[in-house]
Structure formats: C-alpha cells, structure tokens
T-cell receptor
Framework: QQPVQSPQAVILREGEDAVINCSSS?????VHWYRQKHGEAPVFLMI?????EQKGHEKISASFNEKKQQSSLYLTASQLSYSGTYFC???????????FGTGTKLQVIP | EAQVTQNPRYLITVTGKKLTVTCSQN?????MSWYRQDPGLGLRQIYY???????DKGDVPEGYKVSRKEKRNFPLILESPSPNQTSLYFC????????????FGSGTRLTVV
C-alpha cells in the first residue's frame, strides 16, 4: 500500500519554509526522499533508517517517527531550485520493495 | 561516471508488438527495479531483482517480464503491449534493498497505440 503524502501541492515564495509529510499504515524500516524536476528522473535526497537520527542536506532535512510510521521533510529558506515534485518511499527492511507515495508538487516563486 | 542507462528514451509502438526496454548500471549494484510513473499515481513498482537470477513481482507486474542474467543488466520486456501500458518507465538500482538510496535512469516514455 502506498504511503500517503501531504500536502499534494504547495506554492512558496523564495525564502519561505515548507514541510512535506509522509505516513504509512505499515511498520517501517526505512524512509527515502527524492526530488524530481519536470522531465527528469527522481534524484535521491536522503534516507532515514529505523533507529537512526534526523538527517540533513544543506537546508533540507528530514525526521522519522517510527512509532507513528511517519516522516517529514523540512525545506527551509526555499530557493527557486527547490521546485519539483517530492516523493517519499517506504521500505519494510531487507530486500523488500520500496513503495513510493504519489508525490508533493512544490513550486517556489520569486 | 556512475549511472543507470536506459534505452530507448522514447518509443512509440503498436498494440501486440513485443518490445524490450534495456537498463544497465555500472555501479556493481545488487538491487535493480523497474517503476512506471503515471499522473496522479506516483511511482509504482513493476518488478525488482535482488541479484542475478533472483527476481520478484512488484505492485503492478501484469503484462511485463524481466530477467537478470548479468548483474549489470535488467531488461523490461512487454510481450504483447497494450494501450494501458502507455507510461513513463524508470529503472533504478541500489547496493541492496531498502536501506540504500536508489539511482534512477533517465526514463523511457512509451506510447502504445
């Protein structure tokens, strides 16, 4: 079953912050975050593992609440280059498949 | 350069004509997977492979076949394509399973008429 992402779309002005949420009905071992720009392939941002710490990547960071089976992606002081569709992917461990959400379309405007 | 290479990038075909989309990675990754992307549905997994000769179904395997005879290659085969298989297809690879991030290929846009 696909994880649920929210919001489905968001428009920001440069410099504003955003939070994208991802929740699953299954127990999770890992949560992946990817960004896809229009007409391009998804690009890996970060992965959070069960028992691991909050991750950060420049001004983009994420958290993973194992008990609630939820993850959040935080974008601070957004830049025009942050525009794109963000996908979370969830895994239950081992070689089991990663299941992706339907995506959150983020648009940053000047 | 570490990459996943898919071919072709664009393909228009007719219903029932067998086709193969190739995928090759140069990172010695064990795990490879195929996804299709449709508007509003996100990325849905078709098949995945944990190593040579080991494959398993994803969420939407009907109408597709795969094989993994070599570690670097993971072709996607549509033996009798139908219009509902019109989609954007991505191949992805990783070191192994859900604990590692995926590297995606550039995608193949398939249209079946």
């Amino acid at each position: 079953q696909q994880p649920v992402q929210s919001p489905q779309a968001v428009i920001l002005r440069e410099g504003e912050d955003a939070v994208i949420n991802c929740s699953s009905s299954k127990a999770l071992y890992s949560v992946h975050w990817y960004r896809q720009k229009h007409g391009e392939a998804p690009v890996f941002l970060m992965i959070l593992l069960k028992g691991g710490e909050q991750k950060g990547h420049e001004k983009i960071s994420a958290s993973f609440n194992e008990k609630k089976q939820q993850s959040s992606l935080y974008l601070t002081a957004s830049q025009l280059s942050y525009s794109g569709t963000y996908f979370c992917g969830t895994g239950s461990g081992g070689y089991q498949k990663v299941t992706f959400g339907t995506g959150t379309k983020l648009q940053v405007i000047p | 350069e570490a990459q996943v290479t898919q071919n072709p990038r664009y393909l228009i075909t007719v219903t029932g004509k067998k086709l193969t989309v190739t995928c090759s990675q140069n990172m010695n990754h064990e795990y490879m997977s195929w996804y299709r992307q449709d508007p509003g549905l996100g990325l849905r997994q078709i098949y995945y492979s944990m190593n040579v000769e080991v494959t398993d179904k994803g969420d939407v395997p009907e109408g597709y076949k795969v094989s993994r005879k070599e570690k670097r290659n993971f072709p996607l085969i549509l033996e009798s394509p139908s219009p509902n298989q019109t989609s954007l297809y991505f191949c992805a690879s990783s070191f192994g399973g859900t604990g590692y991030g995926y590297t995606f290929g550039s995608g193949t846009r398939l249209t079946v008429v």
